[in-house]
T-cell receptor, first 114, second 113 residues
Framework: AQSVTQLGSHVSVSEGALVLLRCNYSSSVPPYLFWYVQYPNQGLQLLLKYTTGATLVKGINGFEAEFKKSETSFHLTKPSAHMSDAAEYFCAVSDPSTASKLTFGTGTRLQVTL | KAGVTQTPRYLIKTRGQQVTLSCSPISGHRSVSWYQQTPGQGLQFLFEYFSETQRNKGNFPGRFSGRQFSNSRSEMNVSTLELGDSALYLC????????????FGSGTQLSVL
């Protein structure tokens, strides 16, 4: 079964700094990959999705992610962090071989400081 | 278009009781998936319903069950509650079983005392 690993359960950046949240997948075939964001006391919201085609995927709120097959990575980035970006971010993979449509990583909590 | 609606928002129960959670999907979405979210285990898949039938099931005991109605609304039930069932239960809807784009509700926070 496919899985994703998120490196760093907590990441802290200053407002205006680059945001980099790491996600690596384990798959022998190109997977479908997703990033979701969860704000406090809310459900998950889709940020972006990679299926096929262009490896650089742009999402909402200025986030983007690049699919790198050679590194089995799908890291999430944002050039300039904003206080409103503070949330928990989940990387997920679509795996038809499992019961679940999506298998989620353990999440990375992003803190944005002044 | 209204999003995924989950009720109630918060629940407090005691061990041994049972609980029913409700989920109304986005209009036109026919697939409903349920996830359990805990700080230690993260997001774990419970089950998926489509056309009133359970299509997939995660690795949870039989105390966890669900159903889906003809209008695609879904309920999940947990019987004989245990302390470890305390969690945020998230419902997600999608167009059908092949659509991986999930839309999540805000969840039901269940506390078992």
């Amino acid at each position: 079964a496919q899985s994703v690993t998120q490196l760093g359960s907590h990441v802290s950046v200053s407002e205006g700094a680059l945001v980099l949240l790491r996600c690596n997948y384990s798959s022998s075939v190109p997977p479908y990959l997703f990033w979701y964001v969860q704000y406090p006391n809310q459900g998950l919201q889709l940020l972006l999705k990679y299926t096929t085609g262009a490896t650089l995927v742009k999402g909402i709120n200025g986030f983007e992610a690049e699919f790198k097959k050679s590194e089995t990575s799908f890291h999430l980035t944002k050039p300039s962090a904003h206080m409103s970006d503070a949330a928990e971010y989940f990387c997920a993979v679509s795996d038809p071989s499992t019961a679940s449509k999506l298998t989620f990583g353990t999440g990375t909590r992003l803190q944005v400081t002044l | 278009k209204a999003g995924v609606t989950q009720t109630p928002r918060y629940l407090i129960k005691t061990r041994g009781q049972q609980v029913t959670l409700s989920c109304s999907p986005i209009s036109g979405h026919r697939s409903v998936s349920w996830y359990q979210q805990t700080p230690g285990q993260g997001l774990q898949f419970l089950f998926e319903y489509f056309s009133e039938t359970q299509r997939n099931k995660g690795n949870f005991p039989g105390r966890f069950s669900g159903r889906q109605f003809s209008n695609s609304r879904s309920e999940m039930n947990v019987s004989t509650l245990e302390l470890g069932d305390s969690a945020l239960y998230l419902c997600a809807s999608s167009l059908d079983t092949t659509d991986e784009k999930l839309f999540f509700g805000s969840g039901t926070q269940l506390s078992v005392l």
